[in-house]
Nanobody, 126 residues
Framework: QVQLVEHGGGLVQAGGSLRLSCAAS????????MGWFRQAPGKAREFVAC????????KHADSGEGRFTIFRDNAKNTVYLKMESQKHEDKAVYYC???????????????????WGQGTQVTVSS
């Protein structure tokens, strides 16, 4: 049974930094792409970033380009999202996600992902 557990959310000042982590269990982590999504109140869930199973390729949403970095440590079965220069519009619940199929290219479509964590809240203050 695949489980994804996010950590690291909280309150951060505008302009500050935060690092989220997502620990995966239940299968061979290093064989699967991983993604981060977020959902703000009253808005649809949106893509934030994804990373290939090998870590050799990643994609980031325009909203986080240059500020957000996704990376993974396959030895620790963990994917991270480093967020810098945070803005008020970054306030959301952040979810990590994983696909069912091994070694597929990571994508921006939430429909490509079959497993989701419970989410971690990020709040940006003035």
């Amino acid at each position: 049974q695949v489980q994804l557990v996010e950590h690291g959310g909280g309150l951060v000042q505008a302009g500050g930094s935060l690092r989220l982590s997502c620990a995966a269990s239940g299968r061979t982590f290093s064989s699967y792409a991983m993604g981060w999504f977020r959902q703000a109140p009253g808005k649809a869930r949106e893509f934030v970033a994804c990373i290939a199973w090998s870590g050799g390729d990643s994609k980031h949403a325009d909203s986080g380009e240059g500020r957000f970095t996704i990376f993974r440590d396959n030895a620790k079965n963990t994917v991270y999202l480093k967020m810098e220069s945070q803005k008020h519009e970054d306030k959301a619940v952040y979810y990590c996600a994983a696909p069912e199929i091994r070694k597929v290219v990571c994508g921006k479509d939430a429909g490509r992902y079959d497993y989701w964590g419970q989410g971690t809240q990020v709040t940006v203050s003035s």
